[in-house]
């Protein structure tokens, strides 16, 4: 093993591979290790300027004769060997003499350390078991690897991050994730860990992350290298600047955004929505922001309105801007083959392709294969086709639907992109789908970017990237996961995020047991970073089959607006958009914090309270911002609740008026109208 100490760096060099560890922003390091004579160029989300730092490192020379020799034989064999130190401000890595790392914070408390399981002199510590902490597999006669790479684990570790997974689960350790997006599924690979570090795996590929009790495990199907960044800080928001700051901060939200959006499965046509905007002004109702869902369109592909349903698009702009509300269009990445775009898509390679069968990737609604995002030149293609069917109106936001993509079946074997296989890439499709239109927009000088996408990546909150949870479904436990799914989003470093209020798959308007949930949702919408509703509500509409071109026009669900459940629900819903109107000054100071040093906009207790051990397990509670503690109702027919108050401060139950000390539970009152909120001391934010 030669070790090189080089411009605030390690490399180790051993026969074919490389090791480097370096300075990468403040108390942050990069490790990268390959097996290829030069490493792999690719920075994937470690892309911005990172703040240089005095480093230093520190070469120790130790004993490491084996424990077992005495007397003149250990004079015979004596060995000395060497341990290399980096420390940059609060991290340090040490290096041992067998190329072994481990990790420290300033006070020489252990962070993390790789898992080996060969002899090692240095610790007395030998296990014939041969696995190893870094493995890089070669595919027989192929140019990538299989990689594992494996850290110690620690029972009492707490694990929050890693993006929007399904399960329930605040909480991380003791799960396995899938690393790959699916509809509701983002894998963002960041964690904050309590043992007061964060871990960012750089490697867009598909894999599995492990945080079992016996170790910690990262696993890459198909891929060049090994790439991660880790840093350590005093508090959770010190780690999320530090990730932060090394790849991208969400920019300022616009203040459309911070309002209410109406949305539905689907307004059909230029009459019913702006039928509906105008019932929202005539009762005086707060709306910031009007969707068009899907099918909006000639045909998948086109990026362009049905004439027939959209005859002036730039008079309904007009018009909702005058009543101060902003147009959201949705934009699939499906091209149809009988799209008048397909041919010359084709033709210049802006299609993902697949390696086996057709190309056609989904078949709902026509025959249909996802542009390949990865490509600089597909993504100006598609923004030059949405800016000349839509921007030209004065449309500015962009709902970016499908941006996993959401293949069937999800194969990833048999797909290409122009960066590379499938398998090696994938996960950065969203990424590249958002980067496309951000691009676009403020190549247009456009100031206030802002796109709702289904998916997101480890970087896409420097696009203005707002993600949803998908196609959840309509019940009381869909809602619970999709709380623990936003936490997770936000602590993996993507602030803007909300989910379809009521759920999206499912919930009859009729049905009081729907009801009572829809109102439930909407009162947690109100303290979510982007307050929205939508839905397919169902049963559908029942109209015959509509044709327009030979293309088949999609039905609508039921009717999604406040006033659609009924009037003592209606009472409800219509004070939860004032409430939002109330604390929006609020809601923009936190989304100043996010913009400025990355701090999510709702977040676990443990992160604004990470030495109460109690505070640690919650995942029915949050944070929306310092200053308010949110209970949200996620049962039936209940009409109080436990709230655990973090210690440190007191409390103020909004409803009540009630003054609490915090480090204790309490009952707090939640009628159907209600849902806890806690005040911290210190503001005077009134809710009630």
């Known amino acids: 093993m030669r070790v090189i100490t080089e411009n605030d760096r390690l490399v180790v060099k051993e026969g074919i591979s490389t090791l480097v560890v370096e300075a990468w922003g403040r108390d942050s390091l990069r490790v990268r290790y390959t097996k290829e004579p030069e490493m792999d160029k690719h920075d994937w989300a470690l892309t911005e300027p990172v703040e240089k730092t005095a480093v230093t490192i520190e070469k120790e020379e130790i004993d490491v004769t084996d424990p077992w020799y005495k007397g003149e034989e250990y004079k015979q064999y004596h060995m000395t060997g060497y341990v290399y130190s980096l420390t940059n401000g609060k991290i340090t890595a040490k290096l041992n003499h067998e190329g072994w790392l481990s990790f420290y914070n300033q006070n020489g408390e252990l962070l993390t350390q790789e898992y080996w399981r060969n002899r090692n002199r240095i610790n007395r510590y030998c296990v014939p078991l041969r696995v190893d902490a870094r493995e890089l597999k070669p595919y027989k006669g192929g140019s990538d690897y299989e990689l594992y790479a494996?850290?110690?684990?620690?029972?009492?570790?707490?694990?929050?991050?890693?993006?929007?997974?399904?399960d329930g689960l605040l909480n991380k350790k003791g799960a396995t994730l899938e690393l790959c997006h699916r509809n509701s599924q983002a894998s963002v690979p960041f964690f904050v860990s309590s043992r007061g570090y964060g871990f960012f795996w750089n490697n867009p590929a598909i894999g599995e992350a492990t945080f079992a009790n016996n170790v910690t495990q990262w696993h890459a199907v198909s891929t060049k290298k090994m790439d991660y960044f880790i840093t350590a800080g005093d508090t959770p928001a010190d780690i999320e600047r530090n990730y932060s700051a090394a790849t991208g901060r969400t920019p300022m939200m616009p203040e459309y955004g911070m309002g209410y959006w109406q949305c539905k499965l689907r307004y059909r046509n230029q009459k019913e929505l702006l039928d509906v905007a105008r019932e929202h002004k005539k009762r005086g109702l707060p709306m910031d922001a009007i969707v068009i869902d899907f099918f909006h369109w000639t045909r998948q592909g086109d990026f362009k309105f049905e004439p027939r349903d959209w005859p002036d698009p730039k008079a309904m702009v007009e018009e909702l801007k005058s009543m101060g509300i902003e147009l959201v269009v949705s934009v699939w990445p499906t091209i149809d083959q009988k799209s008048e775009n397909y041919g010359e898509m084709a033709e210049n390679g802006y299609l993902v392709n697949a390696d086996r069968s057709n190309a056609i990737h989904m078949d709902w609604m026509g025959n249909t294969t996802f542009y390949d995002a990865t490509n600089p030149g597909a993504q100006e293609f598609?923004?030059?086709?949405?800016k000349e069917n839509y921007y030209k109106y004065g449309i500015r936001t962009f709902w970016l639907d499908e941006a996993e993509p959401e293949?069937?079946?999800y194969d990833f074997d048999n797909y290409r992109y122009y960066e590379g296989t499938a398998l090696s890439?994938?996960?950065?499709?969203?990424?590249?789908?958002a980067k496309g239109f951000y691009d676009g927009l403020k190549k247009e000088g456009e100031k206030d970017v802002m796109s709702l996408v289904r998916c997101a990546w480890a970087g896409s909150q420097k696009y203005a990237v707002l993600t949803w949870s998908g196609d959840i479904y309509s019940s009381f436990r869909s809602m619970k996961e999709q709380l623990t799914a936003g936490l997770s989003m936000s602590m993996a470093g993507i602030p803007w995020w909300t989910s379809d209020i009521g759920g999206f798959l499912g919930g009859n308007i009729k049905d009081k047991a729907f009801q009572e949930l829809l109102v439930r949702w909407f009162a947690w919408g109100c303290f979510c970073p982007v307050f929205r509703m939508h839905g397919e509500r169902s049963?559908?509409?029942e109209r015959e089959e509509e044709f327009i071109n030979g293309v088949r026009q999609l039905t609508s669900g039921q009717d999604n607006e406040v006033w659609s459940f009924g009037e003592d629900n209606y009472k409800i819903l219509s004070n939860y958009l004032f409430i939002r109107e109330k604390i929006r000054p609020y809601v923009r100071s936190c989304m100043q914090e996010a913009a400025d040093s990355g701090a999510p906009v709702m977040r676990p207790l443990y992160y604004d309270f990470p030495k109460d051990e109690s505070a640690a397990e919650i995942d029915d509670a949050y944070m929306f911002g310092k200053d308010l503690l949110v209970a949200p109702v996620m049962e039936a027919g209940v009409s109080e609740r436990k709230v655990y108050l973090p210690a440190g401060?007191?409390?103020?139950?909004?409803?009540?008026?009630k003054v609490y000390e915090g480090g204790s539970e309490v009952t707090a009152q939640a009628p159907l109208e209600?849902?806890?909120v806690f005040v911290r001391e210190g503001s005077d934010l009134k809710i009630y």
């Open 150 to 166: 494996r850290f110690e684990a620690f029972k009492d570790e707490k694990i929050y991050g890693m993006g929007q997974y399904q």
């Open 382 to 386: 598609v923004w030059e086709k949405c």
């Open 407 to 409: 293949y069937g079946p």
């Open 425 to 433: 890439c994938t996960n950065r499709y969203p990424v590249g789908y």
């Open 539 to 541: 049963p559908w509409y």
């Open 649 to 657: 401060v007191r409390w103020t139950e909004s409803y009540t008026g």
């Open 674 to 676: 209600i849902i806890p």
